[in-house]
């Protein structure tokens, strides 16, 4: 169990520096294409090592046991409640103009699900004598 | 809620992983059980007691709560 952790882990970390880099090497390239289809190419393949990261989550979800279950779900419960609050709360105040958003700053709303969903999940799971995230 | 799971455990002599892997469990999973942290669900703790072939109450008992 402890290899396919290990094994899951090592995953994770290299789809998200797939992501880091393309991020770095191909967004800055978005602005300036010129073509309609190239700029949603190139603005959609950081996508791809994200979706193969999510689906790789799910997996090790649905292929845990109950306890493993519960710790995520909660985790989860968290992360989509702080980050519907926070966007929420971003949207009333950009709406009445206190704050001005634009469509970059909705690209932090998944990475910042992420970092809670794993705080959680990593706190969460201590109460349970230390689950942790895999 | 209680439970008599490490010292039947302990009975046969089996670690912790041994157990988790005859349960389809997490190693972690049994240790929460152990403690008193997390009460199984009633599949697992079927699955326990047939372990042990022992009724489910001999294994659990309930707590204060």
């Known amino acids: 169990m402890r290899r396919a952790v290990t094994a899951y882990r090592r995953q994770i970390f290299l789809l998200m520096a797939v992501y880091i880099g393309l991020m770095w090497l191909v967004w800055p390239h978005v602005h300036t294409a010129t073509s309609l289809p190239l700029k949603v190419a190139l603005a959609l393949v950081p996508l791809v090592p994200m979706s193969a990261a999510l689906w790789l989550i799910v997996m090790d979800v649905v292929g845990g046991d109950e306890l493993q279950q519960r710790v995520h779900l909660i985790a989860l419960s968290i992360a989509t409640g702080v980050t519907c609050a926070a966007s929420f709360m971003a949207g009333v105040l950009c709406a009445a103009g206190v704050l001005v958003l634009g469509g970059d700053d909705l690209m932090w709303v998944l990475p910042a699900t992420a970092l809670i969903y794993a705080a959680a999940n990593w706190v969460v799971g201590r109460r349970y004598g230390g689950l942790g995230c895999s | ?65």
């Open chain 2, 1 to 65: 809620m209680k439970n008599r799971l490490r010292e039947l455990r302990d009975r046969h002599a089996w670690s912790q992983g041994d157990l988790a892997e005859q349960l389809e469990v997490s190693r972690q999973t049994v240790n929460a059980i152990e403690t008193g942290k997390y009460d199984p669900s009633l599949p697992l703790a079927f699955r326990i007691a047939k372990l042990f072939r022992m009724n489910i109450e001999s294994i659990f008992e309930p707590g204060k709560e």
